[in-house]
């Protein structure tokens, strides 16, 4: 409760200077906008890890190989990342190239993908005769 307080708050105080800021050097706004967008990943980063954990135990326990597990994983890092990334140029009034950087994103995680796919489609092949 006390981090998602912590994490509102750095936000509110980023937006309110970036507001100010805006008026008189935009540049810098969009940089400070960056800045925290950043300590807010950092904030979280340590519940990251933790998901990461638990999702490699309950694969071990279910014998899936932590090569699918750590697909899925990239792919939710890819659309976090693009998302971030898409965010911050629509914030600076690209959203021509945030577009492009979501569909990038897209082509990569259908790409990564492809194996995980495969062996779900392998994995029904063996159950009908």
């Keep these: 409760m006390m ?3 912590q994490i509102v708050g750095l936000g509110l105080i980023g937006a309110i200077l970036a507001v100010i800021l805006r ?4 540049e810098l706004a969009l940089m400070l906008s960056i ?10 980063i340590g519940q990251i890890s933790a998901v990461f954990n638990v999702l490699r ?7 899936i190989s932590m090569v699918y597990v750590g697909t899925i994983l990239k792919i939710v890092g890819i659309a976090y990342i693009a998302d971030f990334g898409a ?6 009034g690209e959203s021509a190239l945030a577009s492009k950087i979501e569909f990038a994103a897209k082509i990569l995680v259908l790409v990564m993908a492809v194996p995980i796919i495969i062996a779900v ?4 092949l063996k159950l009908v005769p």
Aim: with cysteine; proline share 3%.
């Design 3 to 5: 981090e998602i307080i």
């Design 23 to 26: 008026q008189q050097k935009p």
């Design 87 to 92: 965010q911050i140029c629509r914030d600076s």
């Design 121 to 124: 489609l392998q994995a029904l």
């Design 57 to 63: 135990d309950l694969a071990a326990q279910a014998n």
């Design 35 to 44: 800045c925290v967008g950043v300590l807010l990943f950092l904030t979280v």
